[in-house]
T-cell receptor
Framework: DAGVIQSPRHEVTEMGQEVTLRCKPISGHDYLFWYRQTMMRGLELLIYFNNNVPIDDSGMPEDRFSAKMPNASFSTLKIQPSEPRDSAVYFC????????????FGPGTRLTVL | QKEVEQNSGPLSVPEGAIASLNCTYSDRGSQSFFWYRQYSGKSPELIMFIYSNGDKEDGRFTAQLNKASQYVSLLIRDSQPSDSATYLC????????????FGRGTSLIVHP
């Protein structure tokens, strides 16, 4: 199994630009999570999906952030417009079930907004 | 605000020693507790989870949970330089919504 796949691995963009991060979960996993990690705030859960349906997006910081999961093998996290304070590492994770004991993280996307 | 607190460290221990990492949480109704290891520049990796009071052992790792005192700890026996990493504590809060709260992590350095 290739594990959770994320792209791009690094993204540098200018303030105001649209950024799209992509994630392919492990096949057969019903849950998909998007996290953000910064030195200041640590690791934060932004949103999670179950069977492609968004369940809880209360961690999404503001309306500039949106996430979709059009099918079981693909999800996107979009930031429009991007701001320098969005600079962080964004992780996608997937799991078989809700319990959290089978959650696997992708390698992350390091986003820098200039 | 549900808090998970960890000492940021770094915690420095000699090779072969026991490393003790601690985590306290504010939500008394929390039911699930997780320890992740994160190497520099890498993603978090789940290494232990515990649901019941007491100890849970897995190889060189032991998780300890005390719900009355609201703390969870991770012991690493026979520490190796390869254990040098940041260890994140995560707590699944009460209330039915799966939004785990992560601590900021403790940096562990195991020196030869």
């Amino acid at each position: 199994d290739a594990g959770v796949i994320q792209s791009p691995r690094h993204e540098v963009t200018e303030m105001g630009q649209e950024v799209t991060l992509r994630c392919k979960p492990i096949s057969g996993h019903d849950y998909l999570f998007w996290y953000r990690q910064t030195m200041m705030r640590g690791l934060e859960l932004l949103i999670y999906f179950n069977n492609n349906v968004p369940i809880d997006d209360s961690g999404m910081p503001e309306d500039r952030f949106s996430a979709k999961m059009p099918n079981a093998s693909f999800s996107t996290l979009k930031i429009q417009p991007s701001e320098p304070r969005d600079s962080a590492v964004y992780f996608c994770a997937s799991s078989l079930d809700f319990g959290g004991d089978t959650q696997y993280f992708g390698p992350g996307t390091r986003l820098t907004v200039l | 605000q549900k808090e998970v607190e960890q000492n940021s460290g770094p915690l420095s221990v000699p090779e072969g020693a026991i490393a003790s990492l601690n985590c306290t949480y504010s939500d008394r109704g929390s039911q699930s507790f997780f320890w992740y290891r994160q190497y520099s520049g890498k993603s978090p990796e789940l290494i232990m989870f515990i649901y019941s009071n007491g100890d849970k052992e897995d190889g060189r790792f032991t998780a300890q949970l005390n719900k009355a005192s609201q703390y969870v700890s991770l012991l690493i026996r026979d520490s190796q330089p390869s254990d040098s990493a940041t260890y994140l504590c995560a707590v699944n809060p009460s209330g039915g919504s799966y939004i785990p709260t992560f601590g900021r992590g403790t940096s562990l350095i195991v020196h030869p």
